[in-house]
């Protein structure tokens, strides 16, 4: 538990936040921040919300909280079991999350929110090991999956099933030949597409990283505002929204923490660049309202321009047609390392699983796949996404930003994509 | 402990567990952190924090509890709760005690902090050093203050405390950018103005950002950028819990000359250069711990659960229980690499043609199981010809095994730098090295990050 004072002084403006919540500890930290006010102009006036008073639950079917732990760790060896009954599984890791974050907002303007965020999730790491070899399988995207939501997301997410699957295909792996190298179509499976939503337009939308905010470590964009409005992010198939609303989703809430409620944001439409998630500060900068994605970890991290839940647009045609009208290409299923540089331009990620496709069918599965690309060249090269039958929504628990760095929780919904002349390889070389 | 608020809530709290052995570990920090950004500061921060983590171990099994701690006095009924949590403990613990009595120690290696106007008038000159040469600049300067205190029911009672000031600077001219830090645990010793000269010259290296062709370059890493690599090899080679679960990147190479025979490399948290810290975050005492003898591997390092598993002793290298890790499990934090007799100008000028590289961004292992790493260059990729820096470079992206890297430095400069880990800077205890800038043959560059 602790809290954070924002002040604006005459010459500058100043955060501090502490344990100490007696009133001396609360005197202390007014003072604190007075002090760190220095003589530097703030970029604009501190943000005093809209003097709402508001109030956000996560909506909480079973209280992870009244779940005993038994039934945490029973919930794990089921899973755990499924994927060891293959006998190449040497090892898994799993683990449960469970949290709660109880935050109150308050402001001279008479702002007064309360919000209370409940989250759950959890992940399963199957290793199967034949000749010293090792393959990985494992769920969602870098952390597993998460939800807003209570243990009814881990009950219904967890079973026997899952853990089954992540051991066959670990197994399966040790048999499967390396990626090849070269240039083909690339069918990025939903937890691929997250993470591409997440490193190439999440984050290369954020208008802090534009400014200039977080140029000395997170780094800054590609997405300048000259290019606002006619830029070809993406091929006209591509439309990419951010939603602080999405229920259930690891990124949504009832207001920032600078008192705004999140708005709908097209960030990319047919293909366009069209807007830039902004907090009350950033925001500034294009004489723009907020966009009410200004969050901070807890009451230690200053609250910055944090994505919500962003999310591509579903397409038309079905999955099983967008593979049937593959001739030649690669599906890639579950990130395994993720780099990508400080402008959000050039990537590199690396898959898990991956099979070929030809004239239409699966083929041959593939280990240690990795593709790469150069954001706005690989989404130009997109051309088909499959529609609302095979979207689905992603949670990241912990999405790091800042100095010091914070952890968010963040969203991502995307249904499966193609994407024309991709540079394929093996991870390894 | 006499002379902290927290000993006697501490003594008070042992005394009452209801555990058969109970660990506090108490980080009491201050620390103010000033940004700026494009001549503006729009980040000023001050955070007070006080954290425990406690260890309760009951019938083999142990509990950990990580909390803030508004005040000294609601320690007793943290350790409480974590006694209370060994009931749905998983699997028993190899590790049935915690580190007993036999060092007691009081240490203090702090500085006095300076005043906010020193800050101020640091940032103002760094901005303003820029503006003189037509760049714009943005960074961050950071004042810390830590203490951290270990206590165990086994009799362990240790306390150290540090400070440190951290300054970075990026300079962006119209289309290159230029990047220097300084880290040291002496306020007196920050030179804003030495900062600020080393990023600007790199961001005004005449001409425009050229860019090269994939393939295999030369490649001198200054420091900042020689310490990103390194980090992948603590991270998941010496890791001792990775070593135990036989997932190490290096456990084919325990033992073997498999780095170029001018690379030696430590870990040594004693050493005053350093950011010191006399133990670990379990209380055993650090000392200077060989990771690469000229060439040769050495082995992993170890916490006292892991060497548990091992069947052999800590390091001392157990990790801080707070906060973001890339990674579980024991790891250097302290990195020593032994420099060369070769001045940095030397190392570049041994290059026909090659890259300068100054920071490396979001390098992450690409292959975990075989240790290729990849990562893209930023605020400072020069182009090296004919044993000159001839103009900017536009980044570009490294993939290349780690160890085929260390087989390959073929040159290692002879001055030492302070820095601190890309990854987790400024935050908590994380990774720092003492390095020199590094020359690696023929790193294979397989990607440039340009729009056009």
Redesign the interface.
């Known amino acids: 538990?602790?809290l954070m004072v924002h002040i604006q002084t005459a010459v500058?403006?100043?955060?501090?936040?502490?344990?100490?919540?007696?009133a001396t500890?609360i005197d202390?930290?007014v003072g604190?921040?007075v002090?760190?006010?220095?003589?530097?102009?703030?970029?604009g006036p501190v943000p005093e919300g809209c003097g709402e008073q508001g109030e956000y639950r996560t909506r909480v079917h079973i209280d992870p909280f009244r779940v005993?732990?038994?039934e945490y760790?029973a919930t794990m060896d089921r899973v755990a079991a499924a994927a060891l009954r293959h006998p190449a599984v040497r090892?898994t890791e799993s683990f449960i999350a469970a949290s709660r974050v109880h935050k109150v907002f308050m402001d001279t303007r008479g702002s007064e929110i309360d919000q209370q965020f409940t989250t759950c999730g959890g992940g399963i790491r199957a290793f199967a090991v034949s000749n010293g070899?090792?393959q990985r399988r494992s769920n969602g995207i870098l952390q597993g999956d998460h939800g807003q939501a209570g243990f009814e997301f881990v009950s219904e997410t967890y079973q026997e099933t899952l853990g089954d699957q992540m051991g066959a295909e670990a197994t399966a792996l040790l048999r499967a030949p390396p990626c090849p190298a070269k240039v083909t179509n690339v069918i990025l499976g939903t937890e691929h597409m997250a993470l591409l939503l997440h490193e190439s337009c999440g984050h290369a939308s954020e208008l802090d990283r534009v400014?200039?905010?977080e140029?000395?470590?997170a780094?800054a964009s590609?997405l300048t505002p000259d290019r606002r409005g006619w830029f070809r992010y993406g091929s006209s198939l591509v439309t990419i929204t951010a939603d602080g609303s999405t229920p259930g989703a690891m990124g949504t809430y009832g207001y920032d923490d600078e008192g705004f409620a999140p708005r709908r944001i097209v960030l990319v439409e047919r293909g366009i660049f069209k807007a830039y998630l902004s907090s009350f500060?950033s925001a500034i900068a294009l004489e723009e309202p907020s966009g009410g994605c200004a969050r901070g970890e807890g009451w230690?991290g200053?609250p910055l321009v944090r994505m919500p839940n962003v999310s591509l647009a579903p397409g038309d045609i079905s999955l099983p047609q967008l593979l049937s009208e593959t001739d030649d290409g690669i599906v890639m299923e579950t990130p395994?390392?993720?780099?990508?540089?400080?402008?959000r331009?050039?990537f590199?990620f690396?898959s898990e699983l991956a099979y070929e496709v030809k004239q239409g069918k699966r083929g041959r599965l593939l280990k240690?796949a990795?593709y790469?690309g150069?954001t706005?060249r690989f989404w130009a090269g997109c051309d088909a996404v499959a529609d609302m039958s095979s979207w689905r929504l992603w949670g990241l628990a912990?999405c790091?930003k800042g100095?010091?760095?914070q952890?968010m929780p963040v969203g991502h919904g995307a249904a499966p994509a193609r994407f024309r002349d991709v540079q394929v390889g093996e991870?390894?070389? | 402990m006499s002379e902290t608020p927290w000993a006697d809530p501490v003594e008070s709290a042992l005394a009452r567990s209801e555990a058969q052995a109970t660990e506090i570990v108490i980080l009491d920090e201050g620390y103010s952190i000033t940004r700026f950004r494009r001549g503006a500061v729009h980040q000023n921060i001050y955070r007070s924090a006080a954290r425990a983590a406690i260890r309760a171990l009951v019938d083999g099994r142990i509990a950990r509890l990580i909390t803030s701690v508004p005040r000294p006095d609601s320690l007793s009924g943290a350790v409480s709760e974590a006694t209370a949590l060994t009931r749905s403990a998983g699997a028993p613990s190899p590790l049935q005690d915690f580190v007993p009595a036999g060092m007691r120690m009081e240490n203090d290696n702090a500085y006095p902090l300076p005043p906010q106007q020193v800050k101020d008038r640091a940032i103002r000159d760094i901005v303003a050093y820029g503006k003189a040469h037509g760049l714009s600049g943005s960074g961050a300067y950071v004042v810390r203050d830590a203490t951290l205190l270990i206590a165990t029911s086994s009799g362990l009672r240790v306390r150290t405390r540090g400070t440190n000031g951290y300054i970075r600077v990026v300079y962006e001219s119209r289309q290159t950018s230029g990047y220097a830090e300084q880290l040291s645990t002496d306020f007196q010793l920050l030179n804003p103005e030495a900062v600020a000269r080393e990023a600007a010259e790199k961001a005004l290296v005449p001409g425009d950002p050229v860019t090269i062709p994939t393939g295999e370059y030369d490649v001198v890493l200054d420091e900042v950028a020689a310490a990103d690599w390194l980090r992948f090899l603590g991270v998941y080679g010496f890791n001792g819990l990775v070593a135990a679960n036989g997932a190490s990147i290096l456990k084919d190479a325990w033992g073997k000359s498999l780095a170029s025979p001018i690379v030696t490399i430590w870990d040594d948290a004693t050493d005053s250069r350093s950011l010191t810290l006399p133990f670990d975050f379990e209380g055993t005492p650090t000392r200077p711990t060989p990771l690469i003898t000229r060439g040769q591997i050495e082995r992993p390092v170890h916490d006292r659960t892991t060497a548990a598993l091992q069947r052999t002793a800590s390091t001392g290298h157990a990790n801080l229980p707070f906060g973001l890790q890339l990674l579980p499990g024991p790891a250097p934090f302290h990195w020593h690499m032994a420099p060369g007799p070769t001045t940095r100008e030397q190392l570049i000028a041994s290059i026909d043609t090659g890259l300068l590289i100054t920071r490396l961004n979001y390098t992450d292992l690409a292959d975990r199981r075989a240790g290729i790493l990849t990562g893209t260059s930023r605020d400072g990729t020069l182009l090296i010809e004919r044993g000159e820096i001839r103009r900017p470079a536009t980044d570009v992206r490294i993939t290349d095994s780690l160890l085929g890297m260390l087989g390959r430095v073929t040159g290692v400069g002879n001055t030492l730098r302070l820095v601190y880990d890309w990854w987790n800077p400024m935050y908590d205890y994380s990774m720092c090295y003492l390095i020199p800038p590094v020359k690696i043959a023929a790193c294979h560059i397989n990607g440039v990050s340009t729009i056009s």
């Open positions: 538990m602790g500058g403006h100043g955060y501090a936040s502490t344990t100490r919540m007696d500890g202390d930290a604190l921040a002090s760190q006010a220095g003589e530097y102009p703030a970029p005993p732990s038994e760790y090892l070899e090792v400014t200039g905010d140029l000395t470590f780094g590609f500060g230690w200053v395994y390392t993720w780099s990508i540089d400080d402008r331009l050039h590199h690396t240690n990795s790469m150069v706005p912990a790091g100095e010091p760095m952890a991870s390894r070389r």
